[in-house]
């Protein structure tokens, strides 16, 4: 087997030297019954390389590749661009397979490029401190509700109805679980979002106020008022970024004075990957530092007095305080994290703002191309790259057909919010840099044929 | 003096001069690196965007907007520059409440060219230590090699450049991935049903902590604590907070094992759960397990098994054999996917038939041919007492197909050799060095994956710190260092088995060697590592004044 270099010379020697007679002699604490004499039934056995990358690569080859089709999927996960530099210093081993870096003056690099991200984090969300990075923006989403939780002392959370109908659903399941009460309402087919609702919904027991922007359905809406009458019942409004690259082109939610800001970080440097390994962004004001969740990476000085970072204010965190810790988490995402920091480093600012603003032209463009298809009408009253269609007919089985004809042409808020009537209609289209005129026109003929 | 025929030079001479100071600060090839925010500015980007930007029949036009002229075919690529920030087109409806929101003042965020930028990333990560450089005997971490076929196949088109929202039919391949994967590790493990969407090990164990909860609560039965050895991760008493249980701790036997006596008395109708590592931290097999699972479920509770040692086992052990209810699996620890400097993982979790209808959405079924997704929609008819989701889409499918490489590449005969050379490989270690170092659990019998040790027996004022800064120095990561921490200054050492006798015998000469010195009160071994890119760290000072960002120093004093 390749990848094991014991010989079986090297084998029985290392038994003598134990005082073994066999390897078997080594599990003599396993239970007999439980001691399985042979390989487990029902699975192959070793195979060469070359047999491995063809069964996969036939299982691969059964789906339809984003980059080969017109295509118009967002709704949290989105299609860049990633510059060939970023997979290629990811795939630095000394990247790659280096661990968590517990041991700092050998994992300098690991953790300087943690101090690096944190600072374009926090810049980019408009906050004071980032953390190394959650799992996603679903789970740094309710991370962030339950640190509002610990910093109010209240326990009701009003949830947008623009937030990611995933998002909410992972917030169900968590507090079903913790006792926390949670508001939510079901997204409407308006040019508007709900921030008037929510600011009439705050009251002295609200903890936090969560709202996504750009929310589901592409709408943007000014956050400050939201953020200044939740600071005045004493609740903290935390904002979700599942698209960070509209933060090249719009205000932060820091700016705007969110307490809390949490993102899915995929946009930037990380593929579709069908879901996963994502990148959760984690950012705050620095007096609730305490209180965050995660791995944090300061800068310190060596006995020699020279710079240095190393991962600190542990004792927040499971390995120090277990059952008192800020959260349960451990391992993150530091690849991703990795790989969203080098593609903002080749962005940088003028980079992002010039993605931004592609993205956002070449959204508008679309928008108004989709929006003269007969039975296709524009929802939003603003959007940067992502804007919801309300068709004539149900968009979900929609999606279907078009998909039949190698069209992938958006996300059906059916799929998104199956047995909800009112939404039934709805389609959300994401526009990229990676979108071509030709993909707009192939997606409307095929709307205009469908819905004719 | 010897010199070629170009009157160079070809021996060296001179006096050695360690201590020389460069201009630079670097030694060869050991280069110090500034942060991006000291060699980057605002105006310099390493990407070419494509502009101009989408443009149809000249409607709504970004291009006239930005004057980008009318050469060049939308959506190519040309030399133009990028539109001026205020020229962004809106249609009258799209600009409602937008203007107000663009950004007005620069973010701060530091452009480099591409060479800069790759030549910045290389210079850190040879500050890094890697699995590729050499052994990483972290104990619990499972530092093996990572196949590069596993980087191969995530990267194919297919699984990398996929939507998790795509329609189903185009996405048949990517289902069938998981469900190979999900196949595996419950054959693996001897367990019904498997959970694929926990996005890491501590995510995992919330997973099978919610699933029990769930499985408590509909049958009527509300319990508040959670049971778990003083030897268990952190990460095992956080998550049963985290799901909103008390903890309690379980003491361990003189050798090392749960004590199951103490357990069994503990038991009662208010514990929900007992977490148990097996192999446990201290590196033994909990010989008892069956018997605890016994006393567990008689009591009406839950055994939660942490999976993080599964290595020791896989192939050769079922935890579905020893009564095991639920399990994560950690795929970037057993099945090889990277660590990645601190992530991503992957925590599948296997569950007994008690607990499988409570798993989580979404997850993957089979029927005929055809792969469908089970969500919250269809969930009803079959799946009514599932938890909820955990995540957004459905899990770590850039690890998924990673293990499947693993997976397939050792098949049940190679995985069944990965547990044997890992456990044969700890064993050696343990008997090569236990003369010399305290192995406090030496006498309970062969240990598994991983050997333990105590700083007992240093000289006054040396710890297990002291040993792991020495091993540095000698080109070794460190073992696991103060935990478990049942036992003073432990030493945790998983050499797994991906490494060679020789490697294991130059690690043993090593340990011994530093061992040795902190025995003997070397100063020198104090103040190591002496030749890593970075001397000591401060941690207290980095905890008391925390400088988490960076801060233009100009800036930040003026703030002052």
Known sequence: M????????????????????????????????????????????????????????????????AGEVPFFLGCGAYRHHVPATVDHIIQRGEFLTAYTPYQPEIAQGTLQMLFEFQTQVARLLGCDVANASMYDGSTACWEAITMARRITRRAKALISAGLHPHYVSVAKTMARFTGDELHTALPELEAATDIDTLIGQIDGDTSCVVVQYPDILGRVADLSELAARAHEKGALLVAVVTEPVALGLLKSPGEMGAD??????????????????????????????????????????????????????????????????????????????????????????????????????????????????????????????EFTLKLSKEARPLVRRLADRGILAGVSLGRLYPGVDALEHGLVVAVTETTTPEDVEALAAALQEDLA | MSMNRQGRVSRPEGETAANTETFTGNRALMLEEPLIFEIGNEHTTGVDLPYPPLDFEGKGTAREASGGGAAGVAGGLTPAAPPPPSAVPLPEQARGGFEGLLRTRPI????????????????????????????????????????????????????ADVHPLQPQETVQGAYALIYLVADWLCKLTGMPAVAMSPKAGAHGELCGLLAIRSALEARGDMRSVVLVPESAH???????????????????????????????????????????????????????????????????????????????????????????????????????????????????????????????????????????LVEEETAEEHHAHSFGRMVAFHGQMGMFTRA?????????????????????????????????LDAPFGDSGPCMHEALFSDDGMAEGFTTLDIAKGLIDEGFHPMTMYFPLVVHGAMLVEPTETESKANLDQFIGALRSVAARAKNGDPSLKAAPHFAPRRRLDETLAARKPVLVWKDPEVAQAAE
């Open chain 2, 108 to 159: 701060g965020l530091p452009g480099l060219s591409e060479p800069e930028a790759t030549r910045h990333y290389t210079r850190l990560s040879r500050q890094n230590y890697a699995i590729d450089l050499g052994l990483f005997p972290l104990g619990s971490c499972t530092m093996k090699h990572n196949p590069r076929l596993n980087e191969k196949v995530a990267r194919l088109p297919g699984f």
């Open chain 1, 260 to 385: 809390i800001v949490v993102g899915e970080g995929q946009s930037i440097g990380v593929g579709l990957q069908f879901g996963g390994p994502y990148v959760g962004l984690f950012a705050c004001k620095e007096k609730f530092v305490r209180q965050m969740p995660g791995r944090l990476c300061g800068e310190t000085v060596d006995a020699e007095g020279k710079r240095g970072f190393v991962l600190t204010l542990s004792t927040r965190e499971q390995h120090i305080r277990r059952e008192k810790a800020t959260s349960n988490i451990c391992t993150n995402s530091g690849l991703c994290a990795l790989a969203f920091s080098i593609h903002m480093t080749l962005l940088g600012e003028k980079g992002l703002r010039g993605l931004a603003e592609l993205n956002h032209a070449g959204a508008v463009a679309a928008a108004e191309r989709l929006a003269r298809v007969p039975g296709v009408e524009l929802v939003n009253g603003s959007f940067f790259n």
């Open chain 2, 234 to 372: 952190g990460t095992n008493p956080a998550t049963a907070a985290f799901a909103g249980y008390a903890v309690e701790n379980i003491p361990a036997t003189p050798e090392g094992r749960v004590d199951f006596e103490a357990l069994k008395r503990r038991l009662g109708p208010d514990v929900a759960a007992v977490m148990i590592t097996n192999p446990n931290t201290c590196g033994l097999f909990e010989r008892d397990m069956k018997r605890i699972a016994d006393a567990v479920h008689a009591a009406g509770a839950f055994v939660y098994c942490d999976g993080a040692n599964f290595n020791a086992i896989v192939g050769r052990v079922r935890p579905g054999d020893l009564g095991v209810d639920a399990m994560h699996i950690n795929l970037h620890k057993t099945f090889s996917t990277p660590h990645g400097g601190g992530g991503p993982g992957s925590g599948p979790v296997v569950f007994s038939a008690a607990l499988a209808p409570f798993a989580p959405l979404p997850f993957v079924e089979k029927q005929g041919d055809h792969y469908h």
């Open chain 1, 2 to 65: 390749r990848y094991l270099p014991l010989t079986p010379v090297d084998r029985s020697a290392m038994l003598q030297a134990v005082g073994a007679s066999s390897v078997d002699d080594l599990f003599v604490d396993v239970p007999a019954e439980a001691r399985l004499s042979g390989p487990i039934a029902g699975l192959p056995n070793h195979a060469s390389e070359l047999s491995v990358e063809r069964q996969l690569a036939a299982l691969a080859r059964q789906n339809t590749v």
């Open chain 2, 404 to 436: 499947a490489a693993y997976m397939l590449s050792h098949g049940a005969d190679g995985l069944r050799q990965v547990s044997e050379d890992a456990v044969l490989n700890a064993n050696y270690i343990l008997r090569s060095l236990d003369d010399l």
